[in-house]
């Protein structure tokens, strides 16, 4: 008997296949009470730490994009001192090796969990580290993903960015986790390497080796022992699907061929191959932290003028969208200590760092300028976290002072969405941030796992400020684009643009179907489609109502025979 089980669809796609579950992690025997040698142990652990930091950056070396800079800030941690310190206190004590490496790690986790946000996301990282040291001081078998011989549907309480960086999308059909946010690491690398997942689906602990399963990772669904029916319906789904994308090509257009640029979220320069070889109209989104995170000290005017130039360079000819710092509060940077904030979310973040600290912001717009005026790309420049109109005309002014000519901020504040119409007066245009504008509307952290109902872009309230944002920008002409994961839900970018939404940037693996999703509906269905959404009491019943309507909108007219 088909039985239903619900997570959150974080990497679209339907498949089916047996499941294979990730091998157990190690577990450490009974701690012994005979004496240990201190150093010995110490240096027992540095050495499985050294082997777990190589292995790392041997796999990294083989890799690019996203799944590089994971794996390398992996073997980082592993490298790290102060761990090594940690365990060196412990063997001093009296621990031998394996034990003083599961308690080091345990200690760095809680501390991170304790700091909450996006370093407490990071905190499942050390768990794989652990693990696979405890593994090689123990002898035992690494933990990691199963080889059953045939296809499969890899499921796991949690997947290690290790571990889902080696995915083989030939080998791996799905993944589906217990645990995992809508932002963590399983679910921006399974989009990256086109691979459906759902996570956050508690009952995957229920899922048996072999057992046959289908997962919807659009809708967040699994269905385990679907029978044959739905496994058929499903295929056919997929494979009109595949036909649709391939005939996909050129600029974003309604079936009425009204304009919706197209385009790509780029989140660091590993990103930048694949992406601007994308069919794409440009760069909706740079978040430019990937060049101030994760290091000492800041980067050079230098340094940013060229890593801005060459995604200038990638993109000649179309539009970039470059977003000043968004870091502050739970994205900490090292040479810019802030006090410790009990609400890191609510804090001294993105466009409010920048005000504290005019130097940063001026100095980015300067490199963000000069390497525009040597480039052919369009270049755009907007502001993280604003949330009122005055910030806005502060940041508009110190862009223009630098010769940006076109200037804009994202709607991610739920005040900013309410008095878009005084913002857009500032202003030549606004981005939508919908995962930001999730968490502040909804109250719900974007990383827990656990509130993903709060934080479905398909929530009513959500619908609604996008849509009184758009309507802003709609009376004074000026563009609104959506630029949050909203945008890579194909169903949902309709709505969006029935809500008066002008462009839409996503991870470059979901343009194909938005792309080809926009080309099937003109824009006065989007607007049935978006009342629809608007009118539903629910995220669920709102989804529901546009699929059964966007159904029935492309189904073929009956002919008449006469
Ligand atoms: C957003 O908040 O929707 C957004 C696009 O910005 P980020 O995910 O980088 O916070
Ligand atoms: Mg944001």
């Known amino acids: 008997m088909a039985r239903w089980l619900h997570g959150l669809g974080v990497s679209a796609g339907e498949v089916a296949g047996p499941v294979a579950r990730l091998a157990a992690p190690p577990s450490l025997p009974e701690a012994g009470t005979a004496a240990v040698d201190p150093e010995l142990e110490a240096g027992r652990a540095a050495v499985a730490l050294a082997a777990v930091a190589d292995d790392l950056e041997q796999r990294a070396a083989g890799l690019s994009g996203a799944a590089r800079d994971v794996l390398t800030a992996q073997a980082l941690i592993a490298r790290d001192p102060v761990l090594q310190d940690g365990i060196s206190a412990l063997t001093a004590d009296g621990q031998d090796a394996p034990h003083a490496v599961d308690q080091a790690f345990g200690e760095h986790r809680r501390a991170l969990e304790a700091a909450g946000g996006y370093l407490a996301e990071r905190a499942s990282d050390l768990d794989d580290l652990r693990d696979r040291a405890v593994a090689r001081l123990l002898g035992l078998p690494m933990p990691g993903v199963p080889d059953p011989g045939e296809p499969f549907v890899l499921v796991a309480i949690d997947l290690a960015p290790a571990d889902t960086a080696m995915l083989d999308p030939m080998k791996v059909l799905a993944?589906?986790?217990?645990?995992?946010?809508?932002?963590?690491?399983?679910?921006?690398?399974?989009?990256?390497?086109?691979?459906?997942?759902?996570?956050?689906?508690a009952d995957a602990a229920t899922l048996t080796d072999g057992q046959i399963v289908l997962v919807d990772g659009a809708n967040g669904e699994v269905v385990a022992d679907p029978g044959e029916q739905l496994i058929e319906d499903a295929q056919r789904r997929r494979h009109a699907q595949i036909a649709r994308r391939e005939r996909s090509r050129g600029p974003g257009r309604t079936a009425d061929d009204r304009s919706i640029p197209l385009l790509v979220n780029l989140g660091g320069p590993g990103d930048l191959g694949a992406a601007a070889l994308e069919d794409s109209e440009g760069v909706g989104l740079l978040r430019t932290e990937f060049l101030f995170l994760d290091r000492p000290t800041a980067p050079t005017f230098d340094e940013q003028r060229s890593a801005y130039g060459a995604v200038f360079d990638a993109f000649a000819g179309r539009r970039v969208v470059v977003r000043t710092l968004d870091v502050g509060a739970d994205k900490p940077l090292a040479y810019l200590p802030q006090p410790e904030e009990p609400n890191p979310a609510l804090g001294v973040r993105g466009l409010r760092l920048a005000q504290a600290n005019p130097q940063l912001l001026d100095d980015q717009l300067r490199a963000i300028a000069e390497a525009a005026a040597g480039s052919e790309a369009e270049v755009w420049v907007m502001a993280p976290m604003v949330a009122?109109?005055?910030?806005?005309?502060?940041?508009?002014?110190?862009?223009?002072?630098?010769g940006l000519k076109k200037v804009g901020v994202m709607v991610e504040v739920p005040s900013a969405a309410l008095t878009a119409r005084q913002i857009l007066e500032h202003v030549d245009f606004a981005s939508i941030g919908t995962n930001d504008l999730a968490q502040y509307t909804l109250a719900a952290d974007r990383l827990a796992g656990e509130l993903a109902e709060l934080l479905d872009p398909w929530q009513p309230?959500?619908?609604?400020?996008?849509?009184?944002?758009?309507?802003?920008?709609?009376?004074?002409q000026r563009s609104v684009g959506v630029c949050g994961e909203a945008a890579s839900d194909a169903m949902l970018a309709l709505v969006l643009v029935g809500l008066g939404v002008t462009s839409l940037s996503m991870a470059p693996v979901c343009l194909p179907d938005v792309r080809a999703e926009l080309a099937g509906h003109t824009l006065e269905q989007c607007r049935e489609l978006a009342a629809a959404a608007l009118a539903a009491p629910t995220a669920v019943d709102a989804r529901a109502a546009v699929a059964e309507l966007a159904g029935k909108q492309t189904a073929a007219p009956e002919v008449v025979q006469s």
């Not at 309230?461 to 004074?476: D, N, P, Q």
Request: aromatic letters at 2%; glycine letters at 12%.
């Open 388 to 402: 009122t109109a005055a910030e806005a005309r502060m940041f508009a002014e110190t862009a223009r002072s630098h």
């Open 175 to 201: 993944i589906v986790t217990e645990r995992g946010g809508p932002t963590g690491h399983t679910a921006i690398l399974a989009k990256q390497l086109g691979i459906p997942a759902v996570t956050a689906c």
């Open 461 to 476: 309230a959500l619908l609604r400020l996008i849509a009184e944002t758009a309507s802003a920008g709609g009376g004074l």
